[in-house]
DNA sequence: AGTTTGTTGATTGTTGACAATCTGCATTTC
DNA sequence: GAAATGCAGATTGTCAACAATCAACAAACT
């Protein structure tokens, strides 16, 4: 049941780089590195008791995930995230994970609708026993499993780090799931596409669910005292949050 | 009219990196340097008469951009492509076309409509006189106007990171444009979706003619002598045409 | 003979030092 | 007083050397 995040290479060789990468990572993720800080080499190549090279790699290949801004001759910061952008993410996940419930569908594999299905009785059950963590760590159970089953590596690879990006404004907790039976009645229609083997259905299907969670969570947002503007930039930095 | 590939920041910054990164990513496409080739980072350096720092991170950043394959330990080999990530790639590249069609056609900017008409008209003026070439590069331009004019910076890097990966297969040159009617006919129900505001229309049009592009590229492989099996990893090897 | 183990050569991973560049402040000049 | 200039400090960019790891080959053992 547990689902790796990681499916890259069978592989998992560990050179000081992938730990350093992810210890910026989680610091960034945690706000323990605050947005649009500075992220000196030397300093965290001390505090971590290594090299600047590795740190160094590691900035450049979080640069390529999104996490964080390289500007030349003046270092690394913490990425921080306008409402434009987040509107950007949630659309380029939305094409990327409707890729994938084509493709699923598509497949009609045997394993993977198990999987899906059994996904979606444990969800139902936590949405009868209102259950918001359960749910919440299936939802995207329902969604990774998916994506890791379209056999389309490069598109797993850009939806995963589009995730973690998100993760940068998704920090809010776990009560940023709004509309659990609307959401659930998507993951459905999802699903009767994949079963019934009907690519572009499951594809729309999709689409539609990622477009309308992320109306959902912008829902979220408006209900906030501080108005939002769409245009001044250090208002709509979600980061702070 | 010149359409810049790399919009991504103002500040062209020139570090000894990113050249070294041009130049093997010209070896690569160009097959100086052959698929599945080793890359070694010292050779490579002393060629450039550079040190191996900035080899090993233009090595690293092809890696995320899937011209060269990393194993740990082993250094970088040039990629090989077989048929299915040939298709992955088409289906990637169709779903961010897709939603860049989908974007432009919501947003429905005065420029764009104006830029992709002027393309339209050489196109179609390219396709009276029976200029492959010209056609060639007209309808490059026209993807990228489209992708470009997305105002998503995330699938804007991804559409051109996948574009640059497919060279790798489509090195086989420029008569690697066939039914040339019919795609721009496809082509114009995209600008009518876009000229309309139709961002739905827009969108499926984008996406059925990258996959009906997808066929056509697939269909001129299968004219060739050697049966290409879609199971057998060695035979599908198109790197080496 | 086949398998295992040790050795060798080469390549990558990592490090610390040096050079180039940028930011901020003080000084000078108009 | 304001803008331009130059200097100091710090940080990144680059380099060459060292350590760790791996693939291949040869020798020894069962």
Redesign the pocket.
């Known amino acids: 049941m547990a689902m790796q995040n990681k499916p890259f290479h069978a592989r998992e060789y560990a050179?000081?780089?992938t730990h350093v990468e992810r210890e910026i990572e989680r610091r960034v993720l945690t706000g323990e590195i605050a947005a649009g800080a500075?992220?000196?080499?030397?300093?965290i190549a001390e505090e971590l008791?290594?090299?600047?090279?590795?740190v160094?790699?590691a900035l450049r290949s979080l640069a390529q995930s999104g996490l964080v801004e390289?500007l030349?001759?003046?270092?690394?910061i913490a990425r921080t995230i306008g409402l434009d952008e987040v509107k950007n993410l949630y659309a380029l996940r939305g094409a990327l994970f409707a890729l994938a419930c084509q493709e699923v569908a598509r497949r009609h594999d045997n394993e993977t609708v198990t999987l899906l299905r059994d996904n979606m009785s444990a969800m139902r059950a936590a949405l009868a026993c209102d259950d918001k963590e359960a749910y919440y760590r299936l939802n995207v159970d329902f969604h990774t499993a998916i994506i890791n089953h379209s056999h389309n590596q490069r598109a797993i690879d850009v939806y995963h780090s589009v995730v973690k990006e998100m993760h940068l404004f998704r920090r809010r907790g776990l009560s940023n799931v709004p509309n659990i039976a609307e959401s659930v009645k998507e993951h459905e229609t999802i699903l009767a596409g994949i079963v019934g083997g009907d690519p572009d259905a499951a594809r729309e299907a999709g689409r539609i669910h990622i477009e309308r969670g992320c109306n959902r969570f912008l829902g979220t947002l408006t209900e906030e005292p501080s108005g939002l503007s769409k245009t001044d930039p250090q208002k709509t930095n979600l980061a702070g949050h």
């Open positions: 050179t000081l780089t500075r992220i000196g080499e030397a300093l008791g290594v090299s600047r090279g590795p160094r790699e390289i030349p001759n003046k270092g690394a």
